[in-house]
């Protein structure tokens, strides 16, 4: 059973231009969460989503972010105009379900954001 | 606000017992995870603990106390391959508040 995939493992952008970091949850699991993890820092909840719903986006900045889960293919996260302050590791998680919130989260192995 | 403090970083040789602390302010609190993060990859489950106690799993143990809102994590028979961050984290109402992690070198 395949664990999270995330693609590409580094993506190195120009400020101004998009970002599209790509998921796919670990078979089974319709449950994806985002994360932004900064160097030497621990890892920032983003925006929990389910298939073709944002459930939490408490945790995304109001602008120039945003996700999406569709009914078929990957999550996808999309920064547009990046920055240089944008660059991180971007890690995604998912999980079977969260019945009783306790549900396992399991990482991908995250991309590199890079602005120059 | 919701924070959780753990040691920035703890030395140990191997075959050693480590235990790192982990005290939160969270609201909506539901329980306490544990991730090993080794250099800055995949960030991977450990334990988790939803009710007060003990749980154990192989060299790995979690305990938690939801009135003193502390936690830790046992690490036993350390070996080098354990040197890495180790991070709690709280769920809350599915999404993981992380704290800042604990930076653990395993010293022959």
């Known amino acids: 059973n395949a664990g999270v995939m995330q693609n590409p493992r580094h993506l190195v952008r120009r400020r101004g231009q998009e970002a599209r970091l790509r998921c796919s949850p670990m078979k089974g699991h319709s449950h994806v969460y985002w994360y932004r993890q900064l160097p030497e820092e621990g890892l920032k909840f983003m925006v929990y989503l389910q298939k073709e719903n944002i459930i939490d986006e408490s945790g995304m900045p109001k602008e120039r972010f945003s996700a999406e889960f569709p009914k078929e293919g990957p999550s996808i996260l999309r920064i547009q105009q990046v920055v240089r302050g944008d660059s991180a590791a971007y890690f995604c998680a998912s999980s079977l379900r969260t019945s009783g919130n306790t549900d396992t989260q399991y990482f991908g192995p995250g991309t590199r954001l890079t602005v120059l | 606000g919701q924070s959780l403090e753990q040691p920035s970083e703890v030395t140990a040789v191997e075959g050693a017992i480590v235990q790192i602390n982990c005290t939160y302010q969270t609201s909506g609190f539901y329980g306490l995870s544990w991730y090993q993060q080794h250099d800055g990859g995949a960030p991977t489950f450990l334990s988790y603990n939803a009710l007060d106690g003990l749980e154990e799993t192989g060299r790995f143990s979690s305990f938690l106390s939801r009135s003193d809102s502390y936690g830790y994590l046992l690490l036993q028979e350390l070996q080098m391959k354990d040197s890495a961050s180790y991070f709690c984290?709280?769920?809350?109402?599915?999404?993981?508040?992380f704290g800042q992690g604990t930076e653990l070198s395993v010293k022959p």
């Open positions: 984290a709280s769920n809350q109402g599915g999404k993981l508040i």
